[in-house]
């Protein structure tokens, strides 16, 4: 998996997951809300998916977000964020729907979709927006 984070909050667990490298820390809720700012406050653009486990829509999309990281590489970080697990952050962030896209760029939100995108329309949506 190339995605750079999947945040999952749950019974005071915070895990992390890079580059295949699992961390597992108990952590507050404050302190994941940091680090989730801190991730899209970059100057890369970054590409957050709030998604469900039991949700169809999101499980088509997963291996598409897989094809854009491959083709943009390093120009791009894409984060996966589960609404079941990180219910706050999804309140946070208005997300009433899954799948749910939203492009960062230094904290600031530059685009959002909810729904399943075609690989070329979401490059299409970084390349222009980032």
């Known amino acids: 998996m190339n995605f750079v984070?999947?945040?999952c909050y749950k019974n005071n667990l915070f895990s992390t997951k890079a580059r295949n490298l699992v961390a597992l820390k108990k952590l507050n809720p404050?302190?994941?809300k940091s680090n989730f700012s801190?991730?899209?406050k970059g100057e890369k653009a970054?590409?957050?998916d709030f998604h469900a486990t039991w949700c169809g829509p999101c499980k088509t999309l997963a291996p598409i977000l897989k094809e854009v990281k491959?083709?943009?590489g390093d120009t791009v970080k894409i984060v996966k964020i589960d609404?079941?697990?990180n219910q706050e952050l999804a309140g946070k962030y208005q997300v009433r729907g899954v799948p749910t896209m939203i492009l960062f760029k230094n904290g600031?939100?530059?685009w959002r979709q909810s729904g399943v995108l075609q690989k070329a329309d979401i490059i299409e949506v970084i390349n222009s927006k980032s």
């Open 30 to 32: 404050r302190l994941m």
């Open 38 to 40: 801190d991730i899209i």
């Open 83 to 85: 609404v079941d697990k």
């Open 108 to 110: 600031q939100q530059l």
């Open 46 to 48: 970054v590409l957050v």
């Open 5 to 7: 984070a999947v945040f």
């Open 70 to 72: 491959a083709e943009l």
